[in-house]
T-cell receptor, first 115, second 111 residues
Framework: GAVVSQHPSRVICKSGTSVKIECRSL??????MFWYRQFPKQSLMLMAT?????????EQGVEKDKFLINHASLTLSTLTVTSAHPEDSSFYIC???????????FGPGTRLTVL | AQSVTQLGSHVSVSEGALVLLRCNYS??????LFWYVQYPNQGLQLLLK??????LVKGINGFEAEFKKSETSFHLTKPSAHMSDAAEYFC?????????FGKGTRLHILP
């Protein structure tokens, strides 16, 4: 089946620093990738949708200058949390779009802790 | 607008008992509906999905769900719970190429 990986799986950083999270589709090409954030004991909230080679589309309330998304190839998308603060601590999950619009393959997630 | 409501943030069942996790949807058009499972500190795994074919959908790990248009429901069931079923379960609905998730139900299995 389709596999999506994320790196790193866990990251701890100091407040004010930037953190980059990679999302890779290992055995398929993902024209579209999605980034979600999940706070403890809550559901996944879509942050943005990115299409290869174009700018990401952010959901309402998500700061595009703080959460930089790059989708430079059909197998790699990155999320950079700039000037991270403790309130950015969360579980970030990416997914790659499959052959139909209703199909997404999810990565294992990245736990970000900002001190 | 498409959305889903999961009734009960926590459900506890005894090992071997029936599992029933409730999900109601609202959609202006026939929806695509999903159930995902999430184990601690892991991503989501698709259990099953409804795409307007058969109303009874069978998924992995012995789970199934029935689409009932008259009740706008898509409840998830499993005849006999196993300890390994303890996890968070999310009902979801598609909205274009996006997936909208419910708040989740944590399933606890009692020995």
């Amino acid at each position: 089946g389709a596999v999506v990986s994320q790196h790193p799986s866990r990251v701890i950083c100091k407040s004010g620093t930037s953190v980059k999270i990679e999302c890779r589709s290992l055995d398929f090409q993902a024209t579209t990738m999605f980034w979600y954030r999940q706070f403890p004991k809550q559901s996944l909230m879509l942050m943005a949708t990115s299409n290869e080679g174009s700018k990401a589309t952010y959901e309402q309330g998500v700061e595009k200058d703080k959460f930089l998304i790059n989708h430079a190839s059909l197998t790699l998308s990155t999320l950079t949390v700039t000037s991270a603060h403790p309130e950015d601590s969360s579980f970030y999950i990416c997914s790659g779009g499959g052959p139909t619009t209703d199909t997404q393959y999810f990565g294992p997630g990245t736990r970000l802790t900002v001190l | 607008a498409q959305s889903v409501t999961q009734l009960g943030s926590h459900v506890s069942v005894s090992e071997g008992a029936l599992v029933l996790l409730r999900c109601n949807y609202s959609s202006s058009v026939p929806p695509y509906l999903f159930w995902y499972v999430q184990y601690p500190n892991q991503g989501l795994q698709l259990l099953l999905k409804y795409t307007s074919a058969a109303t009874l959908v069978k998924g992995i790990n012995g789970f199934e769900a029935e689409f009932k248009k008259s009740e706008t429901s898509f409840h998830l069931t499993k005849p006999s719970a196993h300890m390994s079923d303890a996890a968070e379960y999310f009902c979801a609905v598609s909205k274009g190429d996006k997936i909208i998730f419910g708040k989740g139900t944590r399933l606890h299995i009692l020995p």
